[in-house]
């Protein structure tokens, strides 16, 4: 059975960055094939797709946000990280992670989600 | 990148009524497409993938078809349990993106 957990702080004060971390079970990031996917979603709003990494270390970002994601893996923990630079009100929404398989790009997986709020 | 267009963005509909829902492209995903339902304070459901494929567990009344740039999900008989918002995504190019949701409410 596949499991995803998010975590990370509730609330960030603009410009800080913002760190959120996907604890996983049920399946390997050593496998061939496997990917993680974030994604957040606005409050009322449709998801955005964030990022994505994969078995082989083959990292996507969204192109209007790249410059200020960065996704990595800590296959020993079973753990994917998101590091969100600058962080901005417009970016309060909960944050999912997500598995999925390569070349497929379906999010069959999802973890409850965390909400983030940006304020001072 | 690709925009998704979903229509209507609300339904409002009877239980036993059918519901059909809407996604167009702004280019051709080939049957590159997923329909996802979310209902509130949950995440989103995998439904349908590769437009017309039933992820696991999903009943058959919820179907999908289209290729292209549009595309269809249609709900052949609503349970009070599918009242919900449903959302497309496409994986034809980078960046995956979604559409803007139809909410599917009670009439």
């Known amino acids: 059975q596949v499991t995803l957990r998010e975590s990370g702080p509730a609330v960030v004060k603009p410009t800080q960055t913002l760190t959120l971390t996907c604890t996983f079970s049920?399946?390997?990031?050593?496998?061939?094939?496997?990917?993680v996917a974030w994604i957040r979603q606005p409050p009322g709003k449709a998801p955005e797709w964030l990022a994505l990494?994969?078995?082989?270390?083959?990292?996507y970002y969204s192109t209007s946000l790249k410059t200020r994601l960065t996704i990595s893996k800590d296959t020993s923990k079973n753990q994917v990280f998101l590091t969100m630079t600058n962080m901005d009100p417009v970016d309060t929404a909960t944050y999912y992670c997500?598995?999925?398989?390569?070349?497929?790009?379906?999010?069959?997986?999802w973890g409850q989600g965390t909400l983030v709020t940006v304020s001072s | 990148e690709i925009v998704l267009t979903q229509s209507p963005a609300t339904l409002s509909l009877s239980p036993g009524e059918r519901a059909t829902l809407s996604c167009r492209a702004s280019?051709?995903?080939?049957?590159?497409l997923a329909w996802y339902q979310q209902k509130p304070g949950q995440a989103p459901r995998l439904l349908i993938y590769?437009?017309?494929t039933r992820a696991t567990a999903v009943p058959a009344r919820f179907s999908g078809s289209g290729s292209g740039t549009d595309f269809t999900l249609t709900i052949s008989g609503l349970e009070p349990e599918d009242f919900a918002v449903y959302y497309c995504?496409?994986?034809?190019?980078?960046?995956?993106?979604f559409g803007g949701g139809t909410k599917v409410e009670i009439k």
């Open positions: 997500t598995r999925t398989d390569y070349g497929e790009y379906w999010l069959d997986s």
């Open positions: 049920g399946f390997s990031l050593t496998t061939g094939g496997m990917c």
């Open positions: 995504q496409q994986r034809s190019d980078w960046p995956l993106t």
């Open positions: 990494i994969n078995w082989d270390d083959d990292k």
């Open positions: 280019q051709s995903l080939s049957r590159y």
């Open positions: 590769d437009a017309s």
